[in-house]
């Protein structure tokens, strides 16, 4: 589902016609219902007709963001051993559900080389202009070495991407969680994205290009995904992160 962006004279002709080109996005003058715009200097996804909603946005040095790198756990943290950041710093993961990036910038924080897979434009589109403003951030030096965005299907990225160490999976779920930042994106993300009806598909051919391990990210109450038991489970405060190993790191 690609939307429009709303023209404003605030954003930059040249850029916007470059989001467009990419994402196969359009620039209107009028929008309704869901649409990207320019709001200080980065790119939101709005509703028109829900106000209340808020703006959602990639934003790697928010304060959120900033926390979780700064005193989240560090490698300590579930995803972190999950994936072997505490054996190994320096790991090549692809992240083939990357959403908004969250766990991606976590591994990446922690020293992994990351890409990030995103097949939807919209949500392609977000992640392109957060790295954008994150990488002018002096604090975030390596987040241009260490974050690479691929827009393109997860399961075309599984099967034409280099061998990789981890392959990390986070499809959606419908979340127990109500807080109103949950709500507020996942609203959006069955609106806009819709749901990941195909990731039993992706297990397979990650597991194919993992070197080391595959990692998918569940709710707690969640079965495996296509029903795979995994080589171990870590579990986080709500999550757990299920492991099929292929090799030690």
């Known amino acids: 589902m690609a939307l429009s962006i709303l023209a404003s004279s605030l954003l930059d002709a040249d850029y916007a016609a470059s989001l467009c080109q990419q994402f196969g996005l359009t620039l209107a003058d009028e929008v309704s219902g869901w649409h ?15 106000p209340k909603q808020g703006d959602i946005v990639v934003d790697f040095a928010s304060g959120a963001a900033s926390y979780r790198r700064l005193h989240g756990g560090g490698k300590g943290e579930a995803i972190a051993k999950a994936c072997g950041l505490n054996k190994k710093r320096e790991l090549t993961v692809l992240d083939a559900t990357a959403g908004l990036g969250r766990d991606a910038f976590v591994l990446a924080s922690l020293g992994a080389s990351v890409t990030l897979v995103e097949r939807n434009p919209v949500v392609a589109a977000l992640l392109y202009d957060g790295l954008r403003r994150g990488c002018n951030i002096t604090e975030l030096h390596w987040l241009a070495k260490r974050m690479t965005l691929l827009h393109s299907p ?33 609203r959006a ?17 990650a597991l194919l290009l993992a070197q080391k391990r595959v990692v998918v990210k569940r709710p707690g109450y969640a079965d495996f995904l296509a029903g795979k038991a995994p080589t171990m489970s870590v579990t986080g405060k709500n999550n757990r992160f299920d492991v099929y ?3 030690a790191i």
């Open 36 to 50: 990207l715009a320019w709001h200080n200097d980065a790119l939101v996804l709005r509703n028109a007709e829900l």
């Open 154 to 186: 997860g399961i075309d990225a599984l099967q034409q991407h280099p061998t990789v160490d981890v392959v990390y999976l986070d499809p959606m779920f419908p979340p127990r969680d109500k807080t109103a930042l949950v709500k507020k994106e996942m």
């Open 189 to 205: 993300f069955h609106d806009v994205v819709g749901s990941d009806t195909d990731a039993d598909a992706l297990l397979a051919p």
């Open 245 to 247: 190993i292929n090799a």
